[in-house]
């Protein structure tokens, strides 16, 4: 009777594993998935780390895999975010598109100045959606920023929720924060204005650059 008890529970216990095994690998997809569409929407989104920290904690995710891929889904949905701020800086008026394609002639020409600007910067808390919002409307090439920002987010991210306690109870919550916290409301306001007046500066004049009607845009890449 003992055995047969027995050779009961080990089938059930092996489909216990497998069912927790893939509940376990479409937990990750689903974190993977919303951290790619956070990143493409340009403001008002939570940090990246709280919403991995949320499926850390409540989820019990695998942390490595969890914050590695949820960089790549963050700088895959910055480089989207990128692309379509490309198509709407069409419509700045011509001395702001003049101004975006000096300052994107100057970083161009040094790449290892704008790759560790990239790297540092994403490091730290404050949103990076301007940082690509930029990057597009001065068509600058994002294949090496992209890059630099996955490296950057992933040891970011990995120490944020390393670090972290259980953020909050559920996902709504951790979303509300972004448009009723007033902290972060003046940081994501003053992010997307900062990229307004970085294009309204006469770049051309300030970094010696030649100014002339109709000058080639930079090469625009991913």
């Not at 700045?92 to 975006?100: G, I, R, S």
């Not at 040094?110 to 404050?126: E, K």
């Not at 953020?167 to 997307?192: D, H």
Request: with cysteine; charged share 10%.
């Amino acid at each position: 009777m003992c055995r047969v008890s027995q050779l009961v529970r080990k089938p059930n216990a092996a489909r216990g594993a497998i069912g927790g095994g893939m509940s376990t690998a479409l937990s990750v997809l689903v974190c993977w998935a919303l951290v790619f569409v956070m990143n493409i929407v340009p403001a008002f989104m939570p940090p990246t780390w709280s919403v991995l920290a949320y499926f850390r904690f409540v989820h019990h995710l695998p942390l490595i895999p969890m914050t590695v891929g949820g960089a790549a889904m963050s700088a895959l949905g910055r480089v989207q975010l990128a692309h379509l701020s490309r198509y709407m800086g069409r419509f700045l008026p011509a001395k702001d598109q003049a101004n975006a394609n000096a300052l994107a002639s100057y970083i161009t020409a040094h790449p290892n100045w704008r790759d560790g600007v990239t790297f540092a910067y994403s490091l730290g808390p404050l949103p990076s959606n301007q940082l690509f919002i930029a990057a597009g409307i001065a068509r600058i090439s994002l294949r090496r920023m992209a890059l630099f920002f996955f490296a950057s987010r992933a040891i970011a991210d990995t120490f944020w929720v390393w670090t972290a306690g259980k953020v909050a109870r559920n996902l709504s919550e951790i979303f509300s924060r972004g448009v009723t916290n007033w902290q972060s409301i003046v940081a994501q306001v003053l992010s997307l204005l900062l990229v307004g007046v970085l294009f309204h500066l006469p770049w051309a004049k300030w970094l010696r650059l030649p100014d002339e009607p109709g000058a080639a845009q930079p090469a625009a890449s991913i």
